[in-house]
């Protein structure tokens, strides 16, 4: 297994015997991301258009024909289904599939099992959305593995009240290249026009006779435009104007050359300014030179805030949250074909309205002299909104987040532990090795120059290779190969068979685990004294999953995807 980027990884089979039957494990660890007041659990359906056809352009040997997963499941053989189980801290009050997959349930108070119903292919992205009580408590957690060595994860919810007024400049960035016909961009045009109707139409202005709020639309693809020469109030003709523009867009403007669009957009802003100025980017994340992109907008983070919406199937979630980890905004995500959620779209709003919160600091109540920290560097923090933090700091019970905002307040948040809540395992030492290792891919560790940001990261090499040994977890500096142990019966086996002919007997197949078999030694219903209940459209009852299991110490998610057995066996 290789990263060959953050969010995308090749797994590489060896050669397969005519006839068998292959599984292909894979162990993912993340956390699972709040979705408004639930907790997403999302299964991809593809991979992102362009890769799939990357990887079977690869020449890996010249015996056999490469054959797409694609044909495959065209053809009428082997289907998908998935299972997921879950285990939740406080009470499930809701589940349902956020993607309309027919779902069926088994739940108790904080667990439950849910089931899809059998696909002939996923063709698109399984997305559970569960509701619990209290999602949204600050909580702290530490973690002991089995050389006593300590992790912890801390959920901060700052709730505070900022008195600094600031103007707003909200200039929307809309991606309009040729990946984003169809269904893509009449789901950014939804959302647009969602915002539109809920900016205040105001030509307020503050004591210096400048307005409170101004704003513009930049279509870009291979190159961009601007709406308006320069920002203009959201009175009512200027509104009605930008309204028809949005709903006259169309996918015409070829490639997608994010990085000119914002290095013209930043130049165009001025020097100084009074303006807190907020850039929403639409997009599918699919950019040219992303690492440039990235490094374009942490050297402007001080100048303008970046918010972001993800939309499409086969959106690049990595791409979409890094934008808004180095621009200190906040990352949101379209769900395709539907009616936009009011309430997330107001809340980048409301989001956007707040004063830029500066200088982030994490202290811990703890003696240990080489902690470490992710994220290195926090942009910024939202009134209300989820922080986390991950970080070895050895048997800490208290940790506080304090900021200052652009005005010179000041706002802390404190969350805390006891010892006697410390649990045992290596799941948050995953967690936190994963998330220095985004650092790293982000290469966010310093926030005074972008000299002093390189020389850090250039040191920190070796940590991340050696996090990335010690954790089992995939980087862009290791590879992972697993090795298949047979017994002596089975090696026996395929010797007798394979001797004289390039198949495997019957009798001889018989003493082989099937594919159903190793499938029964990764057990997801662990609620089988249970019945099922078929959720129905539009209930509370949903659940995915798939060949990875996804956990969180928080809140956990095991899910298998299974594959059904044909003779093509192509996986």
């Not at 894979?26 to 956390?31: A, K, N, S």
Request: glycine share 6%.
């Amino acid at each position: 297994m290789d990263e060959d980027a953050p969010d995308v990884f090749t797994v590489s089979v060896g050669n397969l015997p005519p006839h068998c039957d292959a599984i292909i494990k894979i162990i993912y660890v993340t956390e699972l991301t709040l979705d408004g007041d639930e907790i997403a659990f999302i299964v991809p359906a593809t991979l992102a258009p362009g890769q799939d056809k990357i990887v079977l352009a690869q020449n890996t040997q010249s015996i056999t024909r490469t054959v797409g997963s694609s044909s495959v499941a065209s053809s009428g053989s082997g289907g998908v289904s998935v299972l997921v189980s879950l285990s939740m801290p406080y009470k499930i009050v809701s589940l349902r599939s956020g993607s309309d997959h027919p779902i069926r349930i088994k739940r108790t108070e904080t667990r439950a099992t849910v089931e899809m119903e059998k696909t002939p292919q996923l063709f698109k992205n399984f997305v559970l959305l569960i509701g619990i009580e209290e999602c949204r408590a600050p909580r702290m957690w530490v973690e002991v593995n089995e050389q006593g060595h300590h992790a912890s994860m801390l959920a901060f919810l700052p709730q505070f009240q900022l008195q600094d007024k600031v103007n707003n400049e909200h200039i929307f960035v809309v991606d309009r290249s040729s990946s984003m016909k169809g269904a893509s961009l009449n789901d950014v045009k939804r959302v647009l026009l969602l915002l539109l109707s809920n900016m205040p139409r105001t030509e307020a202005q503050d004591d210096r006779g400048e307005p409170d709020l101004v704003f513009n639309i930049v279509s870009y693809g291979d190159t961009s435009s601007r709406l308006f020469v320069k920002s203009i109030v959201p009175n009512e003709a200027n509104l009605t104007l930008a309204w028809h523009h949005v709903l006259g867009l169309q996918a015409d403007m070829g490639g997608t050359d994010l990085h000119s669009t914002m290095k013209s957009t930043f130049l165009a802003l001025p020097q100084t300014t009074e303006k807190q100025v907020n850039l929403f980017i639409f997009t599918d994340g699919y950019s040219t030179e992303q690492d440039r992109v990235l490094a374009l907008i942490r050297k402007n983070a001080t100048r303008a805030r970046v918010f972001t919406f993800g939309v499409g199937e086969t959106c690049s979630r990595y791409f979409v949250k890094a934008m808004a980890r180095s621009g200190g905004g906040f990352p949101e995500f379209v769900a395709p074909g539907k009616r936009p959620n009011p309430v997330k779209v107001i809340r980048q709003l409301s989001r956007a309205a707040q004063a830029a919160v500066r200088h982030i600091t994490v202290e811990f109540l703890t003696s240990d002299k080489n902690l470490v920290q992710a994220p290195c560097v926090i942009n910024t923090v939202f009134s209300g909104e989820r922080q986390v933090v991950y970080a070895f700091a050895g048997p800490s019970t208290l940790a506080k987040l304090t900021a200052r905002t652009s005005g010179g307040g000041l706002m802390s948040s404190t969350v805390s532990t006891h010892e006697t809540g410390f649990v045992k395992g290596n799941m948050l030492h995953k967690l936190a090795a994963r998330a220095m290792i985004r650092d790293y891919d982000d290469g966010s560790f310093s926030d005074k120059s972008r000299i002093h940001n390189e020389m850090i990261k250039a040191n920190k090499k070796d940590d991340i290779l050696n996090l990335s040994l010690k954790y089992q977890i995939v980087s862009t500096f290791t590879s992972f190969v697993a090795i298949e142990e047979r017994s002596a019966d089975e090696q026996a086996a395929l010797a007798s068979s394979f001797g004289s002919k390039p198949t495997l007997s019957t009798n001889n197949r018989n003493k082989f685990p099937t594919l159903a078999d190793l499938l029964k030694k990764e057990p997801v219903n662990d609620l089988d004294y249970l019945p099922w209940e078929i959720a129905k459209e539009g209930s509370e009852g949903t659940q995915a999953s798939h060949t990875p299991s996804a956990t969180t110490t928080t809140d956990t998610a095991t899910a298998t995807a299974t594959p059904a057995t044909d003779k093509t066996n192509q996986r």
